[in-house]
DNA sequence: CTGAAAGCGCTTACAG
DNA sequence: CTGAAAGCGCTTACAG
């Protein structure tokens, strides 16, 4: 069998507790102790074992990362940073693909991977305003990106208003007026389509300009190949249309496909924007002007409040809105 | 405290044992009794302590995977093919970034966990071959993908050589004869930059057709800004060619873009192809020729493969070949 | 600063 | 088909 604490404990002539207070970093033990158990458990390859320690003391150092899937660039990017930011609390990432399908996303929720999961981290898509009551999960949570729920929950989220917004004046501020909107989810009232589409309405109302109906583009999943496919629908009905706005950067870039393969000039006949800056978006042909949503700040932040929950913070729950930055680049401004 | 076995066996009047079987799918239990046992567990919403079975069974039913970084994009496609089939084992999955730093490779196979992965599936880029010695780990491992070690492992393995040379003699059909190489490590013996160039100057060669040494462009990380700056530096060479050969679809991507900058026209004055068949490859403009590894068949025959060894199959170690498939698309073949 | 005892929630033999 | 006992490897009070 592996070695155990008791076999480090005779090993260094002392006892299984002063072990465990080296191995768990207990501050008060006479350094000479320490270096006599830390060449032990160098000398034996002695290796802790989580399980035992996460029976008696209901900690696992682990937690749990919810994401829809990780072959879309904005999730493996944030699995990245999330990855990242859990490493400097000293807490390893289980990551479970939701496919952004409501039972799945349940089942994340209600069993937090046999007590293995210290807290989660939760990014949901598939859930609706009437789930709030799966929210009330026994291990810390926290909630992020997209969709708000008021219900007893910490939110760090995207600032997809002010971020749709800002995207939407700068297509306004070229002289566009006739802007096709891809990836939207009609029926969906609450959700990350529904929000940024209707930031984008209202800052055409502000700007007095009439949204077009027949330019608003449904896709399912936000893939390259829906957004493609959204596009070639979109010409296919022969409406006029000067720019593009893609829910996200993905949509945005299966559009840009779809446009170049039907020789329509980007931006001069059409402008293109998108939303997430994935890496990908500085790269395509022609580069993506797209919303910065603050990938990094979101991780960094989300895992801090989860680390305090689990500390036992008990404070009112927070909302925290990461800072956007919009990207302008050759699919809106040229070369 | 949490509901367990006891509080579950009590409420349907059996032992914690008989709860222990239900849960474990024991197949001879009266039928009546696991319904009475299943409801207790439903009544009560009981769920079973993984690190409690893990700490008396050893079994955790997690799995490892330990790649370079999830940003990525071929290996945040792996790892969701690996959740996957994973999952159709009834596994876990958990990634580690290692960065492909080597030393953060060796920790990832000299502590699994802390034992609490069953498995270990495990893409190394930062091992070299003297590193063989460290593979003799205690839990099972499958290596995925580049790097041939001949030591005592299972492999699952692309198809570096007759891909790449699958690629390069679809670029000389087109006539091109000054063909680029991005991404090389010069230096590195082993590795997927050596195999895949050493199989392209084989090809060369076969051909009767000299590499041209100038034409080799260094890359360190194979990321999207390399790749634009390795071109860069070619462009900025003044050496003449025809035909790029990118080691992998992300240094392709970068070099489009910094082809398209310069103005060249792709593939009229310059051919390109890539390596993996990331998503991407088939949206970028122009769309991008490249070898598709056969990432699911890699993933789930990995996955099948760590399984049995999990369950005690103590057979000879195998070295499994992918099937790859070149993609020929815009960017040699042109519209 | 360190030790001896108890117990976390399961599963593994062993009976019956 | 089901039960009673032991123990996996830790950590948590409690002493000293």
Redesign the interface.
Known sequence: M?VTMRDVAQHAGVSPKTVSNVMSGYPFIRDETRQRVLASIDALGY?????????KSGR?G?IGLAVP???L?YF??L??AV??AAEEHGL??????TGAIRERELAALA??????VDGLLFSPLGLGPDDVEHLHT?TPMVLLGERIFHGPVDHVMIDNVAGTRAATEHLLELGRRRIAVIGTHPGELVGTAAIRYDAFAATLADAGVEPIEQLAMPAGPW???TG?EAMEALIASEARFDAVLALNDTLA??A??AL??HGVRVPDDVAVAGFDDI??A????P?LTTVDPGRAQIAATAVEILVGRMNGDDTAHREIVAQYALHIRESTAG?
């Open positions: 592996a290796q802790l074992n989580i399980s035992a320690r996460n029976l696992t682990i899937e990780l072959s660039p493996a990017e699995a990245d990855i990242t390893t990432v289980m990551i479970e693909q069993r937090p991977r046999g007590h293995l026994s893939h390259r190949a493609a870039l299966g840009l496909r170049a393969k890496d990908e500085q790269y395509s042909t580069s070369p």
